[in-house]
């Protein structure tokens, strides 16, 4: 069983910059490939960035590559998202997740995932 805890999110204005940080509970969380989704209003859950267990594969969507910086610290249990450059179309709710075993073609689906946090708001003002 992994808990995933989100932190960091806030209210910014367009062109700065968040870092958001996700703590994992367990002893397994360096065998999980971890991974940021996010939910606006009215919109489907959507895959933003994810890292492989051992932190050398990353992986993006088009729409935050060049902007956002996924990362782990596995000796913290912790995952990191970089935010910069934020855009208002950037507003949502930020899950993390984890899976025990998936493949690259199926990282960004998030029927995958094993484990979720309960998320945290980003807003960005124009």
């Known amino acids: 069983q992994v808990q995933l805890v989100e932190a960091g999110g806030g209210l910014v204005q367009a062109g700065d910059s968040l870092r958001l940080s996700c703590a994992a509970s367990g002893r397994t969380f360096g065998q999980y490939l971890m991974g940021w989704f996010r939910q606006a209003p009215g919109r489907e859950r959507e895959f933003v960035a994810a890292?492989?267990?051992?932190?050398?594969?990353?992986y993006y969507a088009d729409s935050v590559k060049g902007r956002f910086t996924i990362s782990r610290d596995n000796a913290k249990n912790t995952v990191y998202l970089q935010m910069n450059s934020l855009k208002p179309e950037d507003a949502a709710v930020y899950h993390c997740?984890?899976?025990?075993?998936?493949?690259?073609?199926?990282?960004?689906?998030?029927?995958?995932?094993?484990?979720w946090g309960r998320g945290t708001q980003v807003t960005v003002s124009s």
């Open positions: 890292i492989s267990a051992t932190g050398l594969t990353t």
């Open positions: 997740a984890a899976a025990g075993s998936i493949t690259a073609a199926t990282v960004p689906i998030s029927d995958e995932y094993d484990y």
